[in-house]
């Protein structure tokens, strides 16, 4: 069992800025890539940004809509990504989901994890 738990959410006004975290826990298990989408009410959950373990360290990627605002990084002896949130619009506001791609030991199938969603609202 694996369990991701989000933290760091809640209400900032506009310009304001958070740090999400979010922690996996439980079996032991390799992770590949971890990252972040958000889902609007009555929208579609979008990426939000996403960071990859390679040989020579990390890449990572962005929505154009948060590219310059948002920063994502991991702590992978915690297994822990972040992400750094400055800038916030109202148009931010919704629910962030954390995902990680990874493997539990025993198992030779990869799979996406998520955690429950943490709220984040932007509003003056």
């Known amino acids: 069992q694996v369990q991701l738990v989000e933290s760091g959410g809640g209400l900032v006004q506009p310009g304001g800025s958070l740090r999400l975290s979010c922690a996996a826990s439980?079996?032991?298990?390799?992770?590949?890539?971890m990252g972040w989408y958000r889902q609007a009410p009555g929208k579609q959950r979008e990426l939000v940004a996403t960071?990859?373990?390679?040989?020579?360290?990390?890449?990572?990627n962005y929505a154009d809509s948060v590219k310059g605002r948002f920063t994502i990084s991991r702590d992978s002896a915690k297994k822990t990504v972040y992400l750094q949130m400055n800038s916030l619009k109202p148009d931010d506001t919704a629910v962030y989901f954390c995902?990680?791609?990874?493997?539990?030991?025993?198992?030779?199938?990869?799979?996406?994890?998520w955690g429950q969603g943490i709220q984040v609202t932007v509003s003056s």
């Open positions: 439980g079996s032991m298990f390799s992770i590949n890539t």
């Open positions: 995902q990680m791609f990874m493997r539990l030991y025993g198992s030779a199938d990869w799979k996406y994890y």
């Open positions: 960071i990859t373990s390679v040989s020579s360290g990390y890449n990572t």
